[in-house]
């Protein structure tokens, strides 16, 4: 990778968080404990001061938030084809079935229509996506939950930062997961959090995340149930903890990027853009769907065509149903075909908060010339 290499995601970690990490390895606690605390706290204060829990990762936090629904074998959860095959992984790891409805074309999110007609007596949960950042209809979400009586597991693994109705997300509703891996809007390397609903569900957590193990006086000891290993460590906490402090500047400056894209980008290229909302999306990621056929290049030629010019770019997602693991579960090509055109189109355009303006004009430069100019020409 040459120095010059404009990758689609890179973090932004300042030198006072880094000094932090130092002191942490010092201290000689680099395993959960005050790091932890602190992160928590301040997730708990953008959160509108529910209890959130952190963990080791944000598929952690689904399979906890699982866990605490109750959700096991022989039920459904209802979520969608477009998403990191973890959202629907989790479930199967439950013991019980996902089961995948189409997105709506123009958001890219699950179609809530098609949601509430596959419901059935087995349905425990319904798992949403706020696919690059971009914020479910919660309103018709939580009146669908409510009405059919099922748990909400907001996979908001993209979306910390975003808002809906001016309300952070996090800061109301159900279960809500975040994910802190590297490439997120904020990082702690690997990491995730849980948001509950009370005490009770924050101490079923806090169990299940270290081995079930409860500390009782006097040094003792109880395990009364098989809980998993997903604590987050304070080396990590700790990135976290500076990274907070960033968060509304980082999204901030995302907002910004996306907007200038939306400027740059000209119609006759062919791109299909994402939809632009009205400011409550953090621009996780920028994601348009390219114009295939009719001699253009193909997703693979595009993206090589792209790193040719020292631009990274990324797929974000194609539609899981279509891997061997979901065929076998009875699904197969055609069960989603706006998942499965937007699937095999879309792409992950350069998006970072270090990213300058002109880093924005250099990508558009290439998708003039790949898309709509010269270079497209001298390959068809």
């Known amino acids: ?51 959130v829990r952190a963990l080791a990762h944000g598929t952690g936090a689904l399979e906890l ?18 998403t990191w095959v973890a959202t629907a992984n989790v479930i199967l790891r439950a013991g019980a ?12 999110l699950i179609d809530l ?3 509430a007609r596959a419901v059935t007596a087995k349905t425990k949960a319904i798992i949403p996506v706020d696919l690059a950042g971009l914020p479910v209809d919660r309103d018709r979400l939580y009146a669908l939950a409510k009405a059919r009586n099922l748990r909400v597991i907001e996979d908001a693994a993209q979306s910390l ?35 509950l ?17 409860e500390r009782l006086p006097g040094g003792e000891q109880e395990v009364t149930f098989a809980g998993a290993k997903l604590n987050l460590t304070d080396v990590a ?43 409550d999306t953090n621009w996780h990621m920028f994601q348009p769907l390219l114009p295939l056929g009719d001699g253009r290049p193909t997703r693979a030629e595009f993206i090589q065509r792209m790193q040719g010019r020292g631009i990274g770019v990324g797929v974000h997602y194609p539609a899981l149903h279509r ?17 499965e055109r937007i699937g095999a189109s879309i792409v992950t355009l350069p998006l970072f908060p270090a990213m300058r303006d002109e880093d924005v004009d250099r990508v558009c430069e290439a998708l003039r010339d790949i898309l709509g100019g010269s270079e497209s020409a001298r390959h068809r």
């Open 323 to 339: 891997f061997a693991l979901y065929r076998g579960l009875g699904y197969g090509d055609g069960d989603f075909p706006h998942a």
């Open 65 to 82: 938030a699982l866990d605490i629904a109750d959700v096991g074998p022989g039920d459904e959860v209802i979520t969608t084809p477009l």
């Open 161 to 195: 930062g975003s808002r809906w109705k001016g309300r952070p997300i996090g800061s109301f509703g159900d279960l809500v997961c975040f994910s802190f891996h590297a490439n997120k809007n904020l990082t702690t390397a690997e990491g995730g959090a849980l948001v």
């Open 237 to 279: 906490a700790r990135i976290g903890v500076g990274q907070m402090k960033h968060l509304a500047a980082f999204n901030e400056r995302r907002r910004a990027l996306a907007r200038r894209y939306f400027e740059r980008i000209d119609p006759a290229w062919g791109l299909t853009l994402p939809p632009l909302d009205d400011g």
């Open 197 to 213: 609903n009370d005490a009770t569900e924050a101490r079923r957590c806090e169990l299940m995340r270290l081995q079930g193990v």
């Open 1 to 51: 990778m040459t120095p010059d290499f404009l990758p689609f995601t890179r973090p932004s970690i300042d030198e006072e968080t880094i000094a932090g990490v130092a002191d942490v390895l010092r201290s000689g606690w680099i395993t959960s404990g005050p790091q932890v605390q602190k992160f928590e706290a301040m997730l708990s204060d953008h959160c509108g001061g529910r209890p």
């Open 113 to 115: 229509d098609l949601a």
């Open 97 to 108: 079935r996902p089961v995948l409805v189409d997105v709506d074309p123009a958001t890219r």
